[in-house]
């Protein structure tokens, strides 16, 4: 159906920038918005940021200023710059998509997590 695949997580020290990739393929008839979630050890998953169709972006406001979400729209790619990261970063970052199938349905996908860890 739809298949998500995430890459650039890693170990980083407190302060460091990492920068992490989706890439979404599949069948999509339109991509109507992507983003990033994370989930820490026994905490529940949570927005990071997302961008619409429209460009528009929606960031949590524990990373505004540190995080910045891209997408290329014609390669169905997603990116997230992070920078003067912390510990409480640590977590597995997961892709989404928001994807119309068809010209009038749709579906959430999610790619299988990249694991970020911030420490000393």
């Known amino acids: 159906q739809v298949h998500l695949v995430e890459s650039g997580g890693g170990l980083v020290h407190p302060g460091g920038s990492l920068r992490l990739s989706c890439e979404a393929s599949?069948?999509?008839?339109?991509?109507?918005?992507m983003g990033w979630y994370r989930q820490a050890p026994g905490k529940e998953r949570e927005l990071v940021a997302t961008?619409?169709?429209?460009?528009?972006?929606n960031y949590a406001d524990s990373v505004k200023g540190r995080f910045t979400i891209s997408r290329l729209t014609a390669q169905r790619m997603v990116s997230l710059q992070t920078s003067s990261l912390k510990p409480e970063d640590t977590a597995v970052y997961y892709c989404n998509a928001r994807i119309y199938n068809t010209s009038t349905t749709w579906g959430d996908y999610w790619g299988q997590g990249t694991r970020v860890t911030v420490a000393s």
């Open positions: 599949g069948s999509i008839f339109r991509v109507i918005a």
């Open positions: 961008v619409n169709a429209g460009g528009g972006t």
